[in-house]
């Protein structure tokens, strides 16, 4: 059974620096995917990383998986207060049951 | 632009009363979820269609709840009767087929009272 487990939980930064949430997943997932949720709204699809090394990059965030160290990161450069939100990673495991496993999220605050 | 359909958006609903949810999938996704999110915490798939068929209702606490997606198309997920504990927000999800990225619906909000 796929477990994922993110960090930090509760995420508080100030506007223009960097920083990192992590995600670990337990056993192989062919998939990892990273979701924003606004107060309130649903899941919104941000990056889907299909391999080893992947790296995509939209605006001031980044994300990459390393499927060895069974890891995901999500890197938040010269955040914005428009990037407060929570955000989720979720795994796939595949096989007969392939719904998305989630992580309990990251509650991203970014303060003026 | 193409999006999942869900109705009501927010529901209020005295304790052992029943209550049905909708969903509408993108057009030509077989794969169709129900997750349900606790407030504070991540979603948990209750239930997966494959067409008309189920896939993985595991986590499906069946004694109260019922999907279906009789034509595969839309999906209604019913509780009855529901619980204090069944307050939650339950989003649909659908995808083109198994493992394909998976696109969500507003949700519907489920307080009960």
């Known amino acids: 059974e796929l477990k994922v487990e993110q960090n930090p939980l509760f995420l508080s930064m100030q506007e223009g620096k960097n920083y990192t949430i992590y995600c670990n997943y337990s056993t192989t997932s062919d998939r990892l995917y990273w979701y924003r949720q606004d107060p309130g709204k649903s899941l919104e699809s941000l990056f889907v990383?299909?391999?080893?090394?992947a790296v995509k990059q939209e605006g001031r965030l980044m994300a990459s998986l390393d499927t060895k160290a069974r890891l995901s990161t999500l890197h938040i450069t010269a955040a914005v207060h428009d990037l407060s939100a929570t955000y989720f990673c979720?795994?796939?495991?595949?096989?007969?049951?392939?719904?998305?496993?989630f992580g309990k999220g990251t509650h991203l605050i970014i303060q003026p | 632009e193409a999006e999942v359909a869900q109705s009501p958006r927010y529901k209020i609903t005295e304790k052992s009363q029943a209550v049905a949810f909708w969903c509408d999938p993108i057009?030509?996704?077989?794969?169709l979820y129900w997750y349900r999110q606790i407030l504070g915490q991540g979603p948990e798939l209750l239930v997966q269609?494959?067409?008309?068929?189920?896939?993985?209702d595991s986590q499906l606490p069946k004694d109260r709840f019922s999907a279906e997606r009789l034509k595969g198309v839309d999906s209604t997920l019913k509780i009855q009767p529901a619980e204090l504990g069944d307050s939650a927000m339950y989003l649909c999800a659908s995808s083109l087929g198994r493992g394909f990225e998976a696109f969500f619906g507003q949700g519907t909000r489920l307080t009960v009272v």
């Open positions: 979720a795994g796939y495991s595949g096989g007969g049951a392939d719904g998305l496993t």
């Open positions: 990383l299909l391999s080893n090394g």
């Open positions: 269609f494959q067409d008309e068929s189920v896939v993985d």
């Open positions: 057009s030509g996704h077989a794969t």
